[in-house]
């Protein structure tokens, strides 16, 4: 699948979500992308990270509680605005381009 396909995909995933999606989805979704997912310091709060893009230094989310949690649909937004504003980076960097 293109690094376009991919990202664009993902996005779409995201915005077709509905009011909620679980954590592990959120999850593998990013990391499907190059995203580098780390737990915080709280309970659900996760944190993510990816090198190949210039000026982006970490986002997070929250889950809910229990054994598969739930993301509320502000942060699921909150992940699709990131990809949306980064696309072309991500494309770049999931086609195995090198950076410009």
Not at 88 to 94: F, K, Y
Request: hydrophobic content about 30%; some cysteine; glycine content about 10%.
């Amino acid at each position: 699948m293109s690094g376009k396909l991919k990202v664009e995909n993902v996005i779409q995933e995201l915005q077709d979500a509905g009011a909620s999606m679980r954590c592990s989805e959120m999850k593998a979704l990013l990391e499907s992308l190059g995203f580098t997912v780390k737990d915080g310091k709280r309970g659900g709060h996760k944190l993510y990270f990816h090198d190949a893009l210039d000026g982006f230094y970490s986002g997070s989310y929250n889950c809910e509680h229990g054994k598969n949690p739930e993301l509320k649909r502000t942060y699921i937004n909150k992940v699709a605005k990131v990809l949306e504003k980064y696309k072309s980076e991500l494309i770049e960097a999931n086609n195995g381009e090198p950076k410009k």
